[in-house]
């Protein structure tokens, strides 16, 4: 009985200490997500995500491919 209350006293252990470290790492990595999200100013984004093209250009306009269609036989 000894070696059975060994094992499980083990095996207890190193549960509690898997669930410590994930408790912890879970913990510091919502700070760095918390602290990364409020640091940003909110007008960065509208601007890096607009498509670089000239101002007076048609946003909608219909692109024409370069290289033609290649027809594959089945």
Request: charge should be negative; include cysteine; charged fraction near 10%.
């Given at each position: 009985m000894i070696l059975k209350d060994q094992?499980?006293?083990?095996?207890?252990?190193?549960?509690?200490?898997l669930d410590a470290f994930l408790l912890l790492y879970c913990v510091v990595f919502t700070v760095f997500f918390f602290r990364e999200k409020v640091s940003r100013t909110p007008g960065i984004f509208d601007q890096s995500e607009e498509p670089l093209r000239p101002k007076d250009s048609d946003p909608y306009q219909v692109l024409q491919p370069t290289k033609p269609k290649v027809r594959v036989q089945v």
């Open positions: 094992i499980l006293e083990n095996h207890t252990l190193v549960c509690y200490s």
